[in-house]
T-cell receptor
Framework: SQQGEEDPQALSIQEGENATMNCSYK?????LQWYRQNSGRGLVHLIL?????REKHSGRLRVTLDTSKKSSSLLITASRAADTASYFC??????????????FGQGTTLQVKP | NAGVTQTPKFQVLKTGQSMTLQCAQD?????MSWYRQDPGMGLRLIHY?????ITDQGEVPNGYNVSRSTTEDFPLRLLSAAPSQTSVYFC????WGVGTQYFGPGTRLTVL
């Protein structure tokens, strides 16, 4: 079964606006990761946040993690047309950090209009 | 480094045929995984390996076999293809102690 549920499933914004995507998961985790997938391409890792971290930044990306609510959010600030892609959260469960097993959510499709 | 490579990029099979999807990585990663991606389903883990000679099942292993004879290669075998196996298949690898997974470009498989 899917570990992560993402919300919204689709998001359409204007260039320059901020985009926020949310991810909820079911079991305790070791870390949570966000990936981007451009149409027809493989997934590209964006950011990893460990279970003992609450917030992490990378360029225009800001990720938060609330383990009490089993949820995470990805904020893309000052969006660009090139940010148009699908975004996936993926979790590594407790005890699986050394197996490479990631459980993915269904993804949020982001469209940034120029 | 080429990273994670997958062949072929596209494949059409008839029901009952068998084939092997190839995956190779040149980063000396211990961990390799196979996922399938279906519309609206995200990625689901098929099989994974924590090193040469060691493999285990993921969420949806039925109909697929894997082996890991070398660190570099992790082929996925479809024994008797079924239309339900029509999907995009991604291979990924990860190094020891690092969470980031590196994905290949994918193989788009259609089973008629």
């Amino acid at each position: 079964s899917q570990q992560g549920e993402e919300d919204p499933q689709a998001l359409s914004i204007q260039e320059g606006e901020n985009a926020t995507m949310n991810c909820s998961y079911k079991t305790s985790i070791n870390n949570l990761q966000w990936y981007r997938q451009n149409s027809g391409r493989g997934l590209v890792h964006l950011i990893l946040i460990r279970s003992n971290e609450r917030e992490k930044h990378s360029g225009r990306l800001r990720v938060t993690l609330d383990t009490s609510k089993k949820s995470s959010s990805l904020l893309i600030t000052a969006s660009r047309a090139a940010d148009t892609a699908s975004y996936f959260c993926a979790t590594a469960r407790d005890g699986s950090s050394n197996t490479g097993k990631l459980i993915f959510g269904q993804g949020t499709t982001l469209q940034v209009k120029p | 480094n080429a990273g994670v490579t997958q062949t072929p990029k596209f494949q059409v099979l008839k029901t009952g045929q068998s084939m092997t999807l190839q995956c190779a990585q040149d980063m000396n990663h211990e961990y390799m995984s196979w996922y399938r991606q279906d519309p609206g389903m995200g990625l689901r883990l098929i099989h994974y390996s924590v090193g040469a000679g060691i493999t285990d099942q993921g969420e949806v292993p039925n109909g697929y076999n894997v082996s890991r004879s070398t660190t570099e290669d992790f082929p996925l075998r479809l024994l008797s293809a079924a239309p339900s196996q029509t999907s995009v298949y991604f291979c990924a690898s990860r190094g020891w102690g690092v969470g980031t997974q590196y994905f290949g470009p994918g193989t788009r498989l259609t089973v008629l």
